[in-house]
């Protein structure tokens, strides 16, 4: 069974770091690129990163280019969001969320987990 | 930075067809923004139904299907039911490797 499980996310003061993480099963994990998207309460989803299958092309949204980094093992079928200098406007439920397509350029998501959430609040 | 519109909200009787769009602030959707469509209902993870503008996805019903019509990305739900009461996105992919979702439909099915 396709599944993306995610982990990490918990209440933090403005300023502080917090790490998610995202358990990919039920497919071979390394031929797809992986995201990450958030949704803050009542409000849509955002785009947050990408990266590709070998972890060698990131790329991020302008609200957190240089605060959240996104990484994958692809030996723990495994990918990360590491966030930094969090911001009350980053709260929200963090969801993972797979490709549409193994190999080959990035197509949009299509397997999402339930998401993970994240409050900044003092 | 380009804004992705949509519709706020829709409104469709039980049985009919209604068509969403997803629009681009500067130019047109085409092919190769690689435009999708996630459906999500509250407290729950969205739904894919549409990728690569018309694909759909693993177990979504036939009635759903997208096009692009216009300059726009579209959405249509025919033989609309209860159960299709839902918040819908759109997604469009920009060369440069960056995604960006649309605002979101709420769809009223009464």
């Known amino acids: 069974e396709l599944q993306l499980v995610e982990s990490g996310g918990g209440l933090v003061q403005p300023g502080e770091s917090l790490r998610l993480s995202c358990e990919a099963s039920?497919?071979?994990?390394?031929?797809?690129?992986m995201y990450w998207v958030r949704q803050a309460p009542g409000k849509g989803l955002v785009w947050v990163s990408q990266t590709s299958t070998d972890d060698g092309r990131t790329n991020y949204a302008d609200s957190v280019k240089g605060r959240f980094t996104m990484s994958r093992d692809n030996a723990k079928n495994t990918v990360y969001l590491q966030m930094n200098s969090l911001r009350a406007e980053d709260t929200g439920v963090y969801y993972c969320?797979?490709?549409?397509?193994?190999?080959?350029?990035?197509?949009?998501?299509?397997?999402w987990g339930r998401g993970t959430t994240v409050t900044v609040s003092s | 930075q380009t804004v992705v519109t949509q519709e706020p909200s829709f409104s469709v009787s039980p049985g009919g067809t209604v068509t969403l769009t997803c629009g681009l602030s500067?130019?047109?959707?085409?092919?190769?923004?690689?435009s999708s469509w996630f459906q999500q209902t509250p407290g729950q993870a969205p739904r894919s139904l549409i990728h690569?503008?018309?694909i759909r996805s693993s177990g979504v019903p036939d009635r759903f299907s997208g096009s692009i019509l216009g300059s726009k990305a579209a959405l249509t739900i025919t033989g609309v039911q209860s159960e299709d009461e839902s918040d819908y996105y759109c997604?469009?992919?920009?060369?440069?490797?960056?995604?960006?979702f649309g605002g979101g439909t709420k769809l009223t099915v009464l």
């Open positions: 690569g503008t018309t």
């Open positions: 039920g497919f071979t994990f390394n031929t797809y690129w």
């Open positions: 969320a797979r490709d549409s397509r193994d190999y080959g350029a990035p197509y949009g998501m299509d397997v």
């Open positions: 500067s130019g047109s959707v085409s092919t190769v923004h690689h």
């Open positions: 997604l469009v992919y920009f060369v440069g490797g960056t995604w960006v």
